[in-house]
């Protein structure tokens, strides 16, 4: 069984850039949700996509999109890029099961804005 | 802003002692996870608990649900240096975002 894998492991972009993290999510899992976690903070929900659709959204601006493809691999896209998006980027993926929804992170995208 | 409160923040002990940690919220839970993450890695899921007032127990580490769904606790007994990270608790309502709180970074040394 193949986990979750998110690339690139590192990436350095200027302020005003635009830059795209992909994520494939574990075999069998359906759900990909993704999270920003800061240097000594636990992460932040951005937003879940469940069967190609977003299916809640935390407290980000749109700058901050995603799509899910048939595969269930996603993409999080962040536009015009500031500093305090420096931060890990974590992607989740589960299979959802009524009231469980266990979450298995990849090993993120560390993205530096200068 | 963190919606669950972990304590201690940092936690430092000696092989073979035990340590817990807490994991508080004004909120009820449907679900609650703990994770455990090693810096540059993604966080990896220890345990779900469900029930108010369930207990799981995962070799050395006891997992408790406050009775009311707001708090959770992690017990190690005999701790490791194996078992240094950063612990993380992380709550779903009745939706399918996870709420996380910041963290108890745990240190045992040899």
């Known amino acids: 069984e193949t986990g979750v894998t998110q690339s690139p492991t590192h990436l350095i972009k200027t302020r005003g850039q635009q830059v795209t993290l992909r994520c494939s999510s574990q075999s069998g899992h359906n759900t990909v949700s993704w999270y920003q976690q800061a240097l000594g903070q636990g992460p932040q929900f951005i937003f879940q996509y469940y069967r190609e659709e977003e299916n809640g959204r935390g407290n980000f601006p749109p700058r901050f999109s995603g799509l899910q493809f048939p595969n269930y691999s996603s993409e999080l896209n962040v536009n015009a890029l500031e500093l305090d998006d420096s931060a890990l980027y974590l992607c989740?993926?589960?299979?959802?099961?009524?009231?469980?929804?266990?979450?298995?992170f990849g090993p993120g995208t560390r993205l530096t804005v200068t | 802003t963190q919606l669950l409160e972990q304590s201690p923040q940092f936690l430092s002990i000696q092989e073979g002692e035990n340590l817990t940690v807490y994991c508080n919220s004004s909120s009820v839970f449907s679900s609650l996870q703990w994770y455990r993450q090693e810096p540059g890695e993604g966080p990896v899921l220890l345990v779900t608990?469900?029930?108010?007032?369930e207990v799981k127990k995962l070799k050395r580490l006891t997992f408790q649900f406050g009775d009311a769904r707001k708090d959770s606790s992690l017990h190690i007994t005999a701790a490791q240096p194996g078992d240094t990270g950063l612990y993380l608790c992380a709550g779903r309502h009745n939706d399918y975002k996870l709420s996380f709180g910041a963290g108890t970074t745990v240190t045992v040394r040899a």
């Open positions: 989740a993926s589960s299979q959802r099961q009524g009231a469980i929804d266990e979450q298995y």
């Open positions: 608990v469900v029930t108010g007032g």
